[in-house]
């Protein structure tokens, strides 16, 4: 079973660059595209990105500017980071697998909270 | 961006209640529609992809139709566990949007 576990900073203040991790487990991120989404509290689903284990990219328009994701196959591992923080970005931060013939978000992260404050 | 529209955006019902969530795209996503469920403080959960297919250990009750614009998740007998917020997702064009949930209460 894949699994997936997001690391990074719980806090950053405002200008900062956030800096997350996923760590994947039970499978290889070999051949598959990884996906990072993030949810502001009390609110709905925003789709930030993906990777492809190769190195490909496809960014969310609204956030192309401020991001850079890149993996590490060696460490079965990918990242996100994310410039110039304000407190808009405040959200719990998850990564994904994603997958097959709809193109979903298979596998999770249990998410990780980022605040952005002083 | 393609938009997605869940209605209604949230819903009372009963456990044994057959209940519909509508999800409307602002442009075909062709069958590139997925259905989430998210319990309070927990990652989402794939529950139906590609408009109609179960994902693996779902149970038979959730059941996903539609395609081009207009899309369904009908739960066919409400159990205790069900109640959450649900959430459609189109994939079939970058960004792959979300709509805004549909929270699911018990009556």
């Known amino acids: 079973q894949v699994q997936l576990q997001e690391s990074g900073p719980g806090l950053v203040k405002p200008s900062e660059t956030l800096s997350l991790t996923c760590t994947v487990s039970?499978?290889?991120?070999?051949?598959?595209?990884w996906s990072w989404i993030r949810q502001p509290p009390g609110k709905g689903l925003e789709w930030i990105g993906y990777?492809?284990?190769?190195?490909?990219?496809n960014y969310n328009p609204s956030l192309k500017s401020r991001i850079t994701m890149s993996v590490d196959t060696s460490k079965n591992q990918f990242s996100l980071k994310l410039n110039s923080m304000t407190a808009a970005d405040t959200a719990v931060y998850y990564c994904?697998?994603?997958?097959?013939?709809?193109?979903?978000?298979?596998?999770w992260g249990q998410g990780t909270l980022v605040t952005v404050s002083s | 961006d393609i938009q997605m529209t869940q209605s209604p955006s949230s819903l009372s019902a009963s456990v044994g209640d057959r209940v519909t969530i509508s999800c409307r795209a602002s442009?075909?996503?062709?069958?590139?529609l997925n259905w989430y469920q998210q319990k309070l403080g927990k990652a989402p959960n794939l529950l139906i992809y590609?408009?109609?297919s179960l994902q693996s250990g779902v149970p038979s009750r959730f059941s996903g139709s539609g395609s081009g614009t207009d899309f369904t998740l009908t739960i066919s007998s409400l159990q205790p566990e069900d109640f959450a917020t649900y959430y459609c997702?189109?994939?079939?064009?970058?960004?792959?949007?979300f709509g805004q949930g549909t929270k699911l209460e018990i009556k």
């Open positions: 994904a697998r994603l997958y097959g013939s709809g193109w979903q978000l298979e596998y």
């Open positions: 039970g499978g290889s991120l070999s051949s598959h595209y």
């Open positions: 990777i492809y284990y190769s190195g490909t990219t």
């Open positions: 442009q075909s996503v062709s069958s590139y």
């Open positions: 590609a408009a109609s």
């Open positions: 997702q189109q994939s079939y064009t970058s960004p792959y949007t």
